[in-house]
């Protein structure tokens, strides 16, 4: 069964991509001006008919696109052009080889293997692209997402003491980095959004505030802060005798990613506008400098990421039917 964080960040329904954006900077940066301009180029999936039922996670590796749906636990893997190259059908249950609905993450190995976590069981599983199973760990906390870089893997996750953990394929555990963003009275740390570069370098969404970090191992780069933007809300709450009630934020970070020179977040928002608050938001921020070059208020919450060094960007779209796109990002002073 689906967390109801997990349901209800995914009923939010429709993803936009935007065509073309122009807007001024956020008043506390410069006074210059950027644009961002997002053309579609390539369809993976079916705008037509329902081939998919809900997108998890996606990957890109040598020129293959890798998409996981959630709810018929199924990997999709298709060619740069759009047509599918083959169908992995991931087995239900809880031995080697087998999946619960907890697959919400994964990356690819190498051209015939894949990592997949499964945090309902606090479990990583290698399987081969033809569906067979290699070898699985266990994490001792809830592995939520997962990077392969240079034969290791970094897990994140929720726990008290680290925010990721790197580990080698047989799932011995080598390391551990960044302490994890805490709340007081909060009974464990909520998961961050992650995103890794391939020299090593990390950018980190603190879950309880408009806060920002990058990190190179466990130093601190620069981080960037502002309250004022009031894009964040507490998804835990302590009452006066002391009981722990989890809900879920009703606005928060869905994505960092680096495109280039710079580092793209993107906020959601589930309250609507009659409540006073406001839509999602793209902030785009200087990944040298932490500084914010860029904001802008979208109707719907724009789920993307990029890969080699952002050659290649791919967006979420669910209408009128879930699939995957490729698009074009352009960032520009004017």
Partial sequence: MLSTRNNKYLSIGI???IITLNVSLN?????????????????????????????????????????????????FI??????????????????PGDFTMGIFAFDVISDTSL?????????????????????????????????????????????????????NLKGEKLDSLITPFKLKNQPQPWFSKIAIEQNGAFYTCNPYKTEIIKWE???????????????????????????ITMRNADKGWAKIFVYKNYLISITYNYKSESEGEVKPKILIIDKNTGKLLFIQTV???????????????????????????????????R
Avoid at 78 to 95: C, D, V
Avoid at 225 to 234: A, D, H
Wanted: proline fraction near 2%.
């Fill in 217 to 243: 191992k466990n130093k601190k780069i620069w981080t960037f802060n502002n309250n004022k933007l009031n894009l964040v809300s507490l998804p835990i709450v302590r009452n006066r005798s002391g009981k």
């Fill in 78 to 95: 298709y060619n740069l052009n759009g047509k599918i190259a083959k169908r992995i059908q991931l087995r239900t249950g809880k031995g």
């Fill in 27 to 75: 008043s506390c940066t410069s006074e210059e001006k950027y644009s961002l301009s997002i053309d579609s180029l390539q369809t993976y999936g079916d705008n037509e008919k329902n081939i998919m039922s809900i997108i998890g996670d996606y990957k890109y590796h040598k020129e293959k696109v890798y998409i996981l749906d959630i709810i018929q636990k199924k990997i």
């Fill in 115 to 167: 990592a997949i976590v499964d945090n309902m069981l606090n479990r990583i599983q290698i399987i081969s692209t033809n569906n067979k199973y290699i070898n699985s760990f266990y994490t001792d906390f809830m592995p939520n997402d997962i990077f392969y870089r240079d034969s290791l893997l970094y897990i994140a996750g929720n726990d008290i003491k680290r925010l990721i953990y790197v580990y």
């Fill in 299 to 333: 109707k719907t919450q724009f789920l993307a990421d990029s890969f080699e060094r952002g050659k290649y960007v791919f967006s979420v779209v669910n209408e009128p039917y879930p699939h995957l796109e490729r698009i074009f990002l352009k960032i520009y002073k």
């Fill in 15 to 17: 993803f936009l991509i």
